[in-house]
């Protein structure tokens, strides 16, 4: 067994952590015993000295982010586990070796027990964000354990942390790959296909948590005109096409966006009734003078720290007030928040807030939020980050 440095908390400060909350805020720790670095593997310990937890210990208010309730030597063959009974979890949902979909997250962070780590799968490719050096660290035994799963199947594994690390550890990380060298394939999510390049695109490449909701707009677009806002891949578009919408606006700031959803269109045959608009949302919003039967708003995160809440707010309820304004009478609204720190009860409010504004009568049909590959902890709800509403607007 390794002598893991040794975290011991206050008296009554282990409630949380004895039920299996992941993370010890600088608050409740009453001492460190040995000399930790950041990201180095820790022990937890209660006052009266009982094991408790296992995890990397950071600078930061969040001192420890656990990622074992039982003790471990974190050898090769825990990380192997570990990735192993979350590829089990994807497969009893039916995600791995499905015909219609060889796209999903097969690690996300605290909803599979290894908070800091994301590892999405693009068919044969492997990608990796970690958000803490800790995990960092590990990811010689994440290749390992990637390669006993998948094993011939897996073409390359794609390390992409330097953009999700602190701005101090992202200095010493580059971008590259770990295992063999593939920039880009084709997709299939549901049946439609679309290019992903890792290397270039947007977080790692495709925005996999929004399948579902996309299949649901799928199902209310035929013979709708339909206006995707902040469209990126165009996915959105592409299901909305394949549903059998009759015209497709999408409008994305970015000219890589346009260009990536010009080409999935052209991928999928459905390049004629969809039009592109490089520009940005909030201005086309503004500007436009049309309706559409459906109105999609997938911002970027406004709010990525509490600091910035209120300034998000504002953000999303002018958006929503002008997304609003072009929802013909009895169309939809698919309207989403990413912002982790807008849980959905704010996110609900700044929605009503937009649509009190405009004096219609507003009905939520739905109540979305991520895919099942993106499963929250119950013990861990700052893991729901993606929250949408479905309006129907009279
Ligand atoms: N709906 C997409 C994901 C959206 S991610 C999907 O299903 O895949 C957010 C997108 O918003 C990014 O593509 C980014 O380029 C774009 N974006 C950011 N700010 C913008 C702005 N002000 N106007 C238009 N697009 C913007």
């Known amino acids: 067994m390794n002598n893991f440095p040794k975290v011991h908390l206050h008296a009554k400060k282990d409630r949380a952590v004895r039920l299996f909350h992941p993370w010890i805020f600088s608050g409740a720790i009453q001492n460190v015993e040995g000399n930790p670095a950041e990201g180095d593997i820790v022990e937890i310990y209660s006052q009266e000295n009982e094991y408790l937890a296992t995890g990397h210990f950071h600078e930061g208010s969040i001192k420890v982010r656990i990622f074992s309730f039982s003790k471990t030597d974190c050898s090769e063959n825990f990380w192997i586990e570990k990735f192993k009974k979350a590829y089990e979890n994807r497969k009893r949902i039916g995600l791995v070796d499905n015909a219609s979909t060889n796209v999903y997250r097969l690690i996300h962070a605290e909803g599979d027990g290894l908070p800091g780590l994301i590892i999405d799968i693009y ?108 469209s990126y891949s165009g996915a959105f578009s592409m299901y909305s ?62 709010a990525k720290h509490l600091s910035s809440v209120d300034k998000a707010m504002i953000g999303y309820r002018n958006l929503n007030t002008d997304g609003i304004k072009r929802v013909a009478p009895g169309g939809l609204l698919f309207t989403f928040s990413c912002s982790q720190v807008i849980d959905k009860i704010l996110f609900r409010k700044v929605v009503f807030q937009a649509a009190a504004q405009s004096r219609r009568n507003v009905r939520i049909l739905y109540q979305l939020s991520q895919g099942p590959d993106h499963a929250i902890s119950l013990y861990h709800p700052e893991g729901e980050y993606l929250k949408g509403l479905v309006l129907q607007i009279d």
């Open 123 to 230: 068919d044969t490719v492997a990608v990796i964000q970690t958000h803490t050096i800790g995990m960092h660290n590990q990811k010689a035994n994440f290749v390992n354990a990637l390669k006993e799963i998948y094993g011939s199947k897996l073409e390359a594994i794609f390390d992409k942390s330097s953009e999700t690390m602190s701005k101090q550890s992202a200095k010493t990380i580059e971008n590259g790959f770990l295992f063999g060298h593939l920039e880009e394939t084709i997709i299939t999510e549901n049946d439609i296909k679309f290019y992903v390049n890792w290397v270039e695109g947007q977080k790692t490449g495709f925005f996999i948590d929004q399948r579902e909701n996309r299949k649901l707009l799928l199902n209310y677009s035929k013979n709708k005109k339909v206006l995707n806002t902040f």
């Open 241 to 302: 096409l394949v549903g059998g919408a009759t015209e497709v606006h999408s409008v994305d700031s970015s000219k890589r966006a346009v260009e990536l959803a010009v080409r999935n269109a052209e991928l999928n045959n459905h390049s004629s009734n969809h039009q592109f608009f490089k520009e940005d949302a909030f201005d086309f919003l503004k500007k436009s003078e049309e309706l559409y039967d459906i109105v999609i708003l997938d911002p970027p995160a406004f």
